[in-house]
């Protein structure tokens, strides 16, 4: 099966692609088609967002496409960033300023009232106009300082009490078991694979 990633995030192709790598499902980014524009993020959920960008690229590749819009969501924000998570500080979508803005938000903010999640949501769409969505979601809370080189986004100042890290402290091994993006995409594989075993009975 060919599977349209409707991303050029690096980050994004890596990780899914790793998740990915056992099964037979080649993986091709929106590198391999320069001619589609980057399409413009305006819903109010993730869901709304992951639909749109896995339908249109769907649309334009005649291939199945998995897509997903994902984020932070910080409670005593009101769940904000929310949608605007890539682009909190600003649309150049810096993860330095984002992470930034958000601490200074949450300057004076009690450990217990610092909890969070990382949400997403992915979208698979299907050349016959189906379009598929599965969730996934992971615990935390936001720590007072950035710890951490690895992952990106708001990853350094994730911590996960269960392992006494931020996100960013992990191994990828074991981020991968427990991030929001492997939780959606669990759901989304078991769609990839009963939409592979129909392709294989037709």
Not at 99 to 120: D, I, Q
Not at 166 to 175: F, V
């Amino acid at each position: 099966m060919k599977l349209v990633l409707a991303t050029k995030n690096p980050n994004k192709v890596r990780e899914i692609s790793e998740l990915l790598s056992s099964y037979e499902i080649k993986i091709l980014s929106l590198d391999y088609f320069p001619g589609i524009q980057e399409i413009k993020e305006d819903g109010d959920l993730f869901r709304e967002n992951a639909v749109k960008k896995a339908s249109v690229v769907c649309e334009q590749t005649g291939l199945i496409t998995l897509a997903d819009d994902s984020g932070l969501e910080v409670d005593c924000l009101d769940g904000a960033p929310g949608v605007l998570s890539s682009r909190f500080a600003g649309e150049d979508k810096n993860d330095e300023a984002n992470n930034k803005k958000l601490l200074e938000l949450m300057s004076g903010v009690p450990a217990k009232l610092r909890t969070a999640r990382f949400k997403c949501v992915m979208a698979v769409a299907v050349p016959d106009g189906w379009v598929y969505t599965a969730e996934g979601a992971c615990e935390g809370i936001i720590a007072e300082e950035p710890r951490g080189h690895g992952g990106f986004g708001y990853d350094p100042l994730f911590y996960l009490p269960d392992y006494g890290r931020t996100m960013a402290e992990l191994d990828l091994e074991i981020k991968n078991k427990i991030s929001h993006r492997f939780r959606a995409l669990a759901g989304a594989l078991d769609i990839l694979l009963e939409l592979q075993e129909i392709d294989g009975m037709e």
